[in-house]
């Protein structure tokens, strides 16, 4: 459990919790602009 509490806690510049938050967020903008896009195009 105490693996988990350093990865998860926020700490400012490169950190393996900053790596994971931004590639969920990376994944979560890519599926939301195809979302829109192929929504768009469909029309």
């Keep these: 459990m105490e693996i988990y509490r350093q990865l998860n ?5 490169f950190s393996i ?5 931004n590639g969920r967020l ?6 939301i602009i195809f979302a829109i896009e192929f929504f ?3 029309l």
């Design 9 to 13: 806690r926020w700490i400012w510049g």
């Design 17 to 21: 919790g900053s790596e994971s938050w």
């Design 26 to 31: 990376a994944m979560i903008a890519f599926v």
């Design 40 to 42: 768009f195009l469909c």
